[in-house]
T-cell receptor, first 113, second 118 residues
Framework: GENVEQHPSTLSVQEGDSAVIKCTYS??????FPWYKQELGKGPQLIID?????GEKKDQRIAVTLNKTAKHFSLHITETQPEDSAVYFC????????????FGDGTTLTVKP | EPEVTQTPSHQVTQMGQEVILRCVPI?????FYWYRQILGQKVEFLVS????????KSEIFDDQFSVERPDGSNFTLKIRSTKLEDSAMYFC????????????????FGEGSRLTVL
């Protein structure tokens, strides 16, 4: 089955700096890669996703890049703000069973004011 | 904004007891899921449900677990005889579609039900 590795497990940055979180996946059939933000006591919330026919996607301060050949994808947050502090999860799935996402271990991002 | 709601938010039970966790998915969604997250660990897929039947289930989803959509709005997860290792946060999620055919299939998660088995 699919295996998703996520690094780093914790990340601390100064407000205004950029943050990068990286994930690798094992199943070459995976073609949908969402990123979730989980705040304390809440469920994961989708912040951005990318499909395998696209190499990069951007939404304001958040961008995701995908390298299908190397089977890795990354989340980039620019101009970080304290409210970006949360646990971020990457996930991978494919369109025959999109709800069965395999999640990474999570990255705890702390943005220091 | 429509949201997935889950009850109870926290349930404490004795080992061996039956537990039912309830979810109300977003009303126009067709696909329903249960995930769980053991404290400090990753979110793990349990089961997906579509058209009143299980679409897929993980190895975690053994005979102790069952799901049901008893009416047009609720989606439940039952654990027949709880074990200590069932202690976790259980998340219900729903999606309007799957990603097949170019649609996003975004999962909307509820806030979770924390299950503590003593």
């Amino acid at each position: 089955g699919e295996n998703v590795e996520q690094h780093p497990s914790t990340l601390s940055v100064q407000e205004g700096d950029s943050a990068v979180i990286k994930c690798t996946y094992s199943d070459s059939a995976s073609n949908y890669f969402p990123w979730y933000k989980q705040e304390l006591g809440k469920g994961p919330q989708l912040i951005i996703d990318i499909r395998s026919n696209v190499g990069e996607k951007k939404d304001q301060r958040i961008a995701v890049t995908l390298n299908k050949t190397a089977k890795h994808f990354s989340l980039h947050i620019t101009e970080t703000q304290p409210e970006d502090s949360a646990v971020y999860f990457c996930a991978a799935s494919h369109n025959t069973n999109a709800g069965k996402s395999t999640f990474g271990d999570g990255t705890t991002l702390t943005v220091k004011p | 904004e429509p949201e997935v709601t889950q009850t109870p938010s926290h349930q404490v039970t004795q080992m061996g007891q039956e537990v039912i966790l309830r979810c109300v998915p977003i009303s126009n969604h067709l696909y329903f899921y249960w995930y769980r997250q053991i404290l400090g660990q990753k979110v793990e897929f349990l089961v997906s449900f579509y058209n009143n039947e299980i679409s897929e289930k993980s190895e975690i989803f053994d005979d102790q677990f069952s799901v049901e959509r008893p009416d047009g709005s609720n989606f439940t997860l039952k654990i027949r005889s709880t074990k200590l290792e069932d202690s976790a946060m259980y998340f219900c999620a729903s999606s309007e579609t799957t990603i097949a055919g170019g649609k996003t299939g975004e999962l909307f998660f509820g806030e979770g039900s924390r299950l503590t088995v003593l």
